[in-house]
């Protein structure tokens, strides 16, 4: 279960730092952000991250509809997607890209803070 638990908290922040860093390139509009290896493995730690999620989820019993610091966290994940879209895929402008990048890293901050609390209030539970 702790190796479960490791895999989720390495994918997590691997995500993290992948989303940070692919958004610099596609602001800086470099090439790399349009390379295949760029474009296939936030999938692939993405899909680690959530598999490893529900099969913590379904070790530990826990449900989104008890728990509601869990259905945030799922709530603020597809808000990161969204922001994630509008920084690679709808960002025209410089502006668009920026408000991706900026609100995706505000809601992934959001998200690793309600995981370290177990609290909707993120990190302000936790002062």
Known sequence: ??????????CAYTTGLGFLLRGVLVIMQSSLSRH?????????IDTCLLVSGLL???LWSISPFIH????????????????????????????????????GLVAYSYIVGVAHSKSVLSYFSLI
């Open 1 to 10: 279960m702790q190796f479960v638990k490791e895999i989720h908290i390495f």
């Open 36 to 44: 295949r290896l760029t474009r296939i493995l936030p999938h692939v």
């Open 56 to 58: 913590m989820a379904y």
């Open 68 to 103: 509601m610091w869990l259905s945030a966290k799922i709530l603020v994940l597809l808000v990161y997607i969204g922001f994630g879209l509008l920084m690679i895929r709808w960002g025209r402008s410089s502006r668009r890209r920026w408000l991706g990048l900026t609100g």
